[in-house]
């Protein structure tokens, strides 16, 4: 299978708090075009049902993508996935990945994150879902405010990525990001590190979106703070931290499903990160 890989462009911070904690507010929904726009390759985009519900194909000529209309800085944004990252757009950009890497035919399905901030990523965690996301839809979402990064499955955090600027690790927070997805190729790394090629004669390959929600403190590219800062519900004290459901949800997701985490890997980084402990990963 090729990879799909969904990327939303937006910036990020985050603290350690004692507040208590809620779900992030349930998304939208809304057609495709309220919000994006195709990138490449539009004839392999499919509208269904009035852009509530669109599939890309990718064939052995091309895959697809698309982005936000907008750019952002800070917000919920969520979509629903029947088998995403974020980035600005500079030397020094900041990126939110949510990947879905190939896997062998019966293995389970494997997603990976990544945190790019200043131009440095290097920061990879990959688990197994829980699931098969061919059955059905399923949401991935990801909550960024100044005090921390949620990715979340559908209600489920499967990692966090906190504000960590005072340990000297930097934190996406001033360059407004759009939001990417793509599906395309890429049997070179991401299928058991290029083992595992796509078998094209089962091509076209489909997946299928829907609920396109943005929820995000819209700027302008150059803009370096949003104007309503503090004021959205995303700034609450409610979610700058999970709370203990969520943080057992997360120890269940390290415990059962976690098979790489750039934390605890001793070999490419002898030091761990210093904001590995605040992100509850050591």
């Known amino acids: 299978m090729g990879s799909l890989s969904p990327a939303l462009c ?12 809620s779900p992030p507010r349930r998304p939208l929904d809304v057609p495709f075009q309220t919000n994006y726009v195709p990138t490449w390759a539009g004839d392999h985009i499919k509208y269904i049902n ?14 697809t993508g698309f982005q936000s209309k907008g750019s952002y800085l800070f917000g919920h944004f969520s979509m629903q996935i029947k088998l995403v990252p974020l980035s600005s757009q500079n030397s020094e950009h900041d990126e939110i990945d949510f990947e879905f890497l190939g896997n062998r035919s019966g293995q389970p399905y494997i997603v990976q994150t990544n945190v790019f901030t200043g131009g440095k990523g290097d920061r990879e965690q990959r688990i197994y879902l829980w699931f ?19 990715f979340f499955v559908d209600d489920v955090p499967i990692r966090v990525f906190k504000n960590s600027r005072d340990l000297g690790v930097r934190f996406p927070f001033n360059q407004p990001m759009k ?31 829907r609920s396109f929600h943005v929820d995000g403190c819209e700027a302008s590219a150059a803009a370096a703070f949003c104007a309503t800062q503090g004021k959205r519900w995303w700034d609450q004290r409610d979610f700058q931290d999970l709370d203990g459901l969520q943080y057992r949800r997360l120890a269940w997701v390290r415990r059962q499903y976690t098979i790489y985490n750039y934390c605890s890997d001793r070999s490419r980084y002898p030091a ?9 990963d050591a």
């Open 132 to 150: 098969d996301p061919t059955k059905d839809y399923h949401s991935y979402s990801v909550l960024w405010n100044m005090y921390q990064i949620v």
């Open 10 to 21: 937006l910036c990020l911070l985050g603290l350690a708090s004692m507040a208590m904690a």
């Open 272 to 280: 761990m990160s210093p904001e590995c402990r605040r992100d509850r």
């Open 179 to 209: 939001i990417y997805s793509s599906l395309w190729n890429a049997d070179d790394w991401a299928t058991r590190g290029g083992l595992e090629k796509t078998d094209w004669s089962k091509a076209p390959f489909v997946a299928s979106y």
């Open 50 to 63: 009035g852009g509530m519900e669109v599939q890309l194909s990718l064939d052995k000529y091309s895959g």
